[in-house]
């Protein structure tokens, strides 16, 4: 049964700081593994998609890597801003369904 | 090009009553996919139906939980005799295909039970 896990589960950093987010899952055989935003009382915002065959997908100030072998994703978010404070949550592409993580509440602090 | 619709946004519902969640896929998406946002959870997978066909309803509640997605109109989620615990975020997904087909995610409908 795959399990998705988010560590940490909150972060808070000042403004203008490089962050990391993790992601991990117990089962290598996925399709595809998505990070999407959510803001609180809002639906999800895809950020990026990154496909089984591929390591890494990169989107303006955000850097998503994939390392299937591991069972590990990163999101990276340079030159972090108050407007990325939000829920970050880790998804993994199965068939029929995707298996989230609980989610990252990020807070960056003016 | 319309995306995912559901409606309503918010539902209110009185303990015993009835809800019914519908969803509008992307135009020439035949895959739905229903999520549940339980407060401070992650989503969770809970059917995925094709027209006329369940595929997999392992994370439906074994009662009072039933899906649907008819030859003609939207899906529709029905929870019958709701509970406080029902009280949730209900997203819906479309896809073209399974494997590795992105699926597209609606704005959600928010029930609350009172």
Known sequence: KQEVTQIPAALSVPEGENLVLNC?????????????RQDPGK????????Q?????????????????????????????????????????????KI?????????ILP | NAG???????????????????CSPMKGHSHVYWYRQLPEEGLKFMVYLQKENIIDESG?????????????????????????GDSAAYFCASSTGTGDQPQHF?????????
């Open chain 1, 43 to 50: 639906g999800l915002t895809s950020l990026l998609l990154i």
């Open chain 2, 60 to 84: 439906m509640p074994k009662e009072r939980f039933s899906a649907e997605f008819p030859k003609e109109g939207p899906s529709i989620l029905r929870i019958q005799q709701v509970v406080r």
């Open chain 1, 24 to 36: 991990s899952f117990t089962d290598s055989a996925i399709y595809n593994l998505q990070w999407f």
């Open chain 2, 106 to 114: 609606g704005d959600g409908t928010r029930l609350s039970i009172l």
């Open chain 1, 52 to 96: 089984s065959s591929q390591r890494e997908q990169t989107s303006g100030r955000l850097n998503a890597s994939l390392d299937k072998s591991s069972g590990r994703s990163t999101l990276y978010i340079a030159a972090s801003q108050p407007g990325d404070s939000a829920t970050y949550l880790c998804a993994v592409h199965q068939p029929g």
């Open chain 1, 99 to 107: 298996i989230f993580g609980k989610g990252t509440r990020l807070h």
């Open chain 2, 4 to 22: 995912v619709m559901q409606n309503p946004r918010h539902l209110v519902r009185r303990r015993g009553q009835e809800a019914r969640l519908r």
